[in-house]
């Protein structure tokens, strides 16, 4: 008699497991707190995850920073590009960064700018894509601007409707450069009207910064930094050395300063006078990039420590006399998925509530995770689950009398003698 494994363990383990990973994840975005009045940034930026869903409507409708989590393809780890929400708490990814990553960058998410108010990004356009777009994180609406068939373009900075943007006819990338610089152009974008102007004098940059109103630009050249106004006329030139680095937020909030890093430094530059002067502090985390200010005496740095754990710190620091505060910290986790390529919403740093966060909301667990754990499951308590013979089979054996054990001997034939 044939035998078989009953389905209903499978089927039940496949149920519970499936439960066990949807129904959290239910629970948690019905109970998800409110936006807070003011902006939060967590004591503890969270870990690299596997699990981060990808923007949806409603998620973030604004972030407090984007950056990149991972750098190039690693065991355990793929680049992400993630969308920190103003609550302090919502971690996304900016699908559509991963999506435009140029082939030079070794899986990098393409780069990404946010808005002074965080709610919305500019995504580069590498690989000759011709374009450049801006993403509204509350709803995922994508605008194009065309910057030239097989042009390459790069955001670094905004103010307004105003993005500086580093534009070459090669792919621009810092892999394919032995001190991972760039050496490229700049180029002005209006958002408001999409026309792109070119600065046509202003080569071999580096990156750069935009001024809160517009008017001036700092860029980093191979002969230190430059200072120019909005058409591209240089004011100062040869300011520090070209080791000193700008971030796209360099500038102080009233235009007057701006901060650029080396490596253990921060050097505050004022321009307000006919002559930059400068004030240098040292600065630890050792390895760092002013990111944002805080007010126009208090700049906003991050960076690694050197110890090579892939430890990220952000710090407050005082730009007169030097001190600071550590006030958040990013620490990777068995991935080791290092913090990397940061940009704040310059308008919302001023307001941040600094305070620990509870649980970072990482969205609902995605469905092809569940159904891969319920169908394992299933499969192991399936062939765990012991053979039988069906019910009817062991009834019909039950009522059927066992055959004789012994031949009877054969009637006889014929006459006995």
Known sequence: MSTRRSPLPALLAAVVVCAAIVVPALIAEGTRPQPA??????????????????????DVPAASAIYQNGIGVEFLDLPQAIALGADGSTYRRLSVAERRSARADQGDPARSLLSGDGTFALVAGPGGRGDLLAVTLADGSERSFDIGEGR????????????????????????????????VGLSILDLASGEITALEQVRDVDSAALSPDGSRIVARTGSGLMLLDADGIILADGIGDGQWYIDGDAWAPDGARFAATD?????????????????????????????????ADTVLV???????????????????????????????????????????????VAAWRVEPVAQADRG?????LAVVAAALAAGVVWLLTPRRRPPIAEALAEQVPSAPTDTPEPASRGWQT
Not at 154 to 162: E, K, N, Q, V
Not at 171 to 182: G, H, K
Not at 311 to 340: K, L
């Open 364 to 368: 609902g667990t995605p469905l092809w």
């Open 152 to 183: 390459h373009a790069m955001p670094t900075s905004i103010a307004g409707d105003t993005v500086l943007l580093l534009t070459d006819d090669k792919e621009i990338s810092r892999y394919t450069d032995a001190e991972f610089r760039l050496h």
């Open 37 to 58: 009045a003011e902006p939060v940034f967590p004591t503890e930026v969270s870990a690299y995850s596997w699990w981060t869903a990808a923007l949806a409507p409603g």
């Open 302 to 348: 991050a960076g690694g420590d050197g110890s090579g754990d892939n430890v990220t710190r952000f710090a407050w620091v005082d730009v007169d006399s030097g001190a600071q505060e550590v006030f958040s910290t990013y620490r990777p986790d068995f991935t080791g998925a290092a913090m990397g390529s940061i940009d704040v919403a310059r308008d919302l």
């Open 263 to 295: 490596v253990g430094e921060v050097h505050v530059v004022d321009v307000a006078g006919v002559e930059p002067t400068i004030v240098s502090h040292p600065v630890d985390p050792q390895y760092s990039s002013a990111i944002g200010w805080r007010d």
